[in-house]
């Protein structure tokens, strides 16, 4: 069993480097080991032939990717694009990652894999074009959309929250945007289970699924725990913290106002519950020793 995850520097990728060790080889890649390059890619791969390709990559700055439309297509769309087609050539199967802001946050009860996307603004687009180049390639694959994906490595809410609080006295966060923030540690650990259900292939299992935590929040709330929850680690400054509409918080780009997404599909198929997003937020903030994670 050989497995190729691209993206190794990420949140994700880098929670996988900790869970993908079963296998016999494991191939980690950044952009330096490739060069930027993906046709230097593309070589390591045909030669290497994983069994699996997990693809951890992508252009996930989401008010960047508004001015920078070349670098967030080539990552969210070619890659994507070119590892379906390796992935074909080799008869690998593919694990790609998607997001939640392919929908338009428009409805009012928890999303489900064929509810129609409409994207928002160009990241969205951007990964909803990479979803469809892997569905259409033929490819074996499994697209898991998640949201709100914090980790250790990287910049991300959790790691924003904890700081604010050491520096400012009160805080505002957005309490009209709702969404299930998930652990880049959960999604690496799924991956790890869906390689081990499948070690022959996704085959009739192939698709699309929604991978986020259970249950539903605001980025106020979500923020609010996160501070009272990380007390005992930190030295705490902030004495208030406001919930605001998002209106006040001007963005280049738009975000869904609800993004919940269902995972029923995934637990029907595999077996697999995820926890509630307290559960994993609360297993993120024990693993204390943040300075030796986080490179
Ligand atoms: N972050 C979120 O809140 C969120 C929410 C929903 C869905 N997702 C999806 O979940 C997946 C993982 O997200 P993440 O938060 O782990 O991402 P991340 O921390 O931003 O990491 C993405 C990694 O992709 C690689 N990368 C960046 N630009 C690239 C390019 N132009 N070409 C090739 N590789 C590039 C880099 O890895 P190397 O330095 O190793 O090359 C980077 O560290 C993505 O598909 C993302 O769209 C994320």
Same mark, same amino acid.
């Given at each position: 069993?050989?497995?190729?995850?691209?993206?190794?520097?990420?949140?994700?990728?880098?929670?996988?480097?900790?869970?993908?060790?079963?296998?016999?080889?494991?191939?980690?890649?950044?952009?330096?080991?490739?060069?930027?390059?993906?046709?230097?890619?593309?070589?390591?791969?045909?030669?290497?032939?994983?069994?699996?390709?997990?693809?951890?990559?992508?252009?996930?700055?989401?008010?960047?990717?508004?001015?920078?439309?070349?670098?967030?297509?080539?990552?969210?769309?070619?890659?994507?694009?070119?590892?379906?087609?390796?992935?074909?050539?080799?008869?690998?199967?593919? +694990?790609?990652?998607?997001?939640?802001?392919?929908?338009? %946050?428009? &409805?009012? #009860?928890?999303?489900?894999?064929? $509810?129609? @996307?409409?994207? +928002?603004?160009?990241?969205?687009?951007?990964?909803?074009? %990479?979803? &469809?180049? #892997?569905?259409?390639?033929?490819? $074996?694959? @499994?697209?898991?959309?998640?949201?709100?994906?914090?980790?250790?490595?990287?910049?991300?809410?959790?790691?924003?929250?904890?700081?604010?609080?050491?520096?400012?006295?009160?805080?505002?966060?957005?309490?009209?945007?709702?969404?299930?923030?998930?652990?880049?540690?959960?999604?690496?650990?799924?991956?790890?289970?869906?390689?081990?259900?499948?070690?022959?292939?996704?085959?009739?299992?192939?698709?699309?699924?929604?991978?986020?935590?259970?249950?539903?929040?605001?980025?106020?709330?979500?923020?609010?725990?996160?501070?009272?929850?990380?007390?005992?680690?930190?030295?705490?400054?902030?004495?208030?913290?406001?919930?605001?509409?998002?209106?006040?918080?001007?963005?280049?780009?738009?975000?869904?106002?609800?993004?919940?997404?269902?995972?029923?599909?995934?637990?029907?198929?595999?077996?697999?519950?995820?926890?509630?997003?307290?559960?994993?937020?609360?297993?993120?903030?024990?693993?204390?020793?943040?300075?030796?994670?986080?490179?």
């Amino acid at each position: 069993m050989k497995i190729a995850l691209i993206g190794k520097n990420g949140q994700v990728g880098f929670e996988c480097r900790r869970t993908l060790s079963f296998s016999e080889k494991v191939l980690y890649l950044s952009r330096s080991d490739f060069n930027h390059d993906y046709n230097t890619l593309k070589n390591i791969l045909l030669k290497e032939s994983p069994d699996f390709i997990v693809n951890a990559a992508a252009y996930t700055n989401v008010d960047k990717a508004e001015s920078e439309k070349e670098k967030c297509f080539s990552a969210n769309v070619e890659l994507p694009e070119m590892l379906s087609e390796i992935c074909k050539t080799l008869n690998s199967s593919l +694990i790609h990652l998607s997001t939640d802001y392919v929908f338009d %946050g428009k &409805s009012e #009860v928890p999303y489900c894999e064929n $509810d129609e @996307i409409n994207p +928002i603004n160009y990241y969205g687009e951007t990964k909803s074009l %990479g979803e &469809s180049k #892997v569905v259409t390639s033929g490819c $074996d694959y @499994i697209i898991l959309r998640t949201s709100w994906v914090y980790g250790h490595k990287g910049i991300n809410f959790v790691k924003k929250m904890i700081s604010y609080a050491q520096e400012k006295e009160t805080l505002k966060i957005i309490n009209d945007q709702f969404g299930s923030p998930t652990s880049a540690r959960f999604l690496a650990q799924l991956i790890n289970n869906l390689i081990l259900l499948n070690l022959n292939g996704f085959g009739s299992n192939a698709g699309i699924y929604h991978a986020c935590a259970s249950g539903q929040t605001s980025w106020f709330e979500f923020g609010k725990i996160v501070i009272e929850d990380s007390v005992p680690l930190i030295h705490k400054k902030v004495k208030e913290i406001i919930a605001v509409a998002s209106t006040n918080f001007k963005t280049v780009a738009k975000r869904p106002i609800y993004s919940v997404l269902s995972t029923e599909k995934l637990s029907k198929t595999f077996n697999i519950y995820p926890p509630t997003w307290e559960e994993l937020l609360s297993f993120h903030l024990e693993e204390r020793d943040w300075s030796i994670i986080d490179e």
